[in-house]
């Protein structure tokens, strides 16, 4: 149960050296809540309850307001790294600057706003591999520790954590939604593999994950949520789609029996890098809700 840790103040940037870590963490109920994950590129859990849980507190958000008071939110970066290099997941500051500023742009023209709090270094081979999607108590312990001591600000504040998820798996990140928030605070935030910024090593993704999970963090689900069936994301504007896409299928309905050609250029879809790059106005104004919840009801 010891942790000890050196700080050092490198402005701006902090850089917290872990020596060793034991965990410790108390139970819960996260692994039955997040028992309806999506697997694939991205592993936000969806449920219907946390579905439910937003759709009755964006109800009740003032429209007046909503539209009247401006959205921001700060931003800490916290780099989980195995070692102090590159590969071992000690992104570059470029690389983090030019991350901040794909989020910014993908956000502002929506009237939310995203303005830079602070990058956190954090040296732990273990949480660099380990701190993954919850999928049992162990990694669900080792969340709540590492966001104990590492999670900047409360609800309004968006902690980007980089990491690097299973070496071998597909997994490029995943977002809590806000009606998590206040079981598991300490996990409040995204997670986001650390080759995906921009200028990182990942062919796949340069920048596009972190925007997606951000959307995650402001109440989206995926486009393709439900396919073709039930729900949907819960967003009128948005047609529904069978399954998510791969590289950038303009034109493609994969529900020709409902309306609408499948959203492949949205944010919340897999499609390709440089494809994907719009909300609708349906899902700008859920965000702009969650971010009222966020910033007046659970902060
Ligand atoms: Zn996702």
């Not at 104990?148 to 902690?159: E, H, I, P, V, W």
């Not at 998590?180 to 796949?204: N, Q």
Request: hydrophobic letters at 35%; charged letters at 20%.
């Amino acid at each position: 149960m010891k942790i000890v840790w050196k700080m050092f103040h490198h402005t701006p940037t902090t850089i917290l050296l872990l020596l060793s870590v034991t965990l410790v963490g108390a139970t819960s109920n996260m692994r039955r809540r997040m028992g309806e994950s999506i697997a694939g590129e991205c592993r936000t859990p969806y449920s219907k309850h946390e579905n439910e849980v937003m759709r009755e507190a964006f109800e009740k958000i003032n429209l007046d307001k909503r539209q009247t008071t401006e959205i921001v939110f700060d931003v800490h970066f916290n780099v989980v790294a195995a070692n102090i290099t590159e590969a071992g997941g000690w992104v570059p500051d470029s690389q983090i600057e030019r991350q901040f500023e794909m989020l910014r742009e993908g956000f502002s023209g929506h009237g939310i706003f995203f303005q830079f709090g602070s990058t956190t270094r954090i040296l732990s081979s273990n949480w660099h591999h380990n701190l993954n999607v919850p999928e049992d108590d162990i990694l669900e312990r080792m969340l709540i520790n590492y966001g104990t001591l590492f999670r900047k600000g409360g609800a309004t504040s968006l902690n980007i954590n980089l990491i690097l998820f299973g070496s071998d798996d597909e997994t490029y990140g995943f977002g809590l939604p806000p009606s998590l928030y206040r079981a598991y605070p300490e996990l409040d935030g995204i997670y986001v593999r650390f080759t995906s910024l921009p200028g990182g090593a990942s062919r796949a993704r340069q920048g596009s994950t972190a925007v997606h999970e951000a959307g995650h963090w402001l109440g989206l689900w995926h486009t393709f949520q439900d396919g073709c069936e039930g729900e949907g994301d819960g967003v009128a504007d948005t047609p529904a789609e069978a399954g998510p896409a791969s590289g950038c299928p303009i034109g493609r309905d994969s529900c020709p029996t409902l309306p609408g050609l499948d959203p492949v250029q949205n944010w919340m879809d897999y499609s390709a890098e440089g494809c994907r790059d719009s909300f609708t106005a349906g899902q700008v104004a859920r965000m702009q809700a969650a971010s009222r919840y966020r910033i007046d009801v659970l902060s």
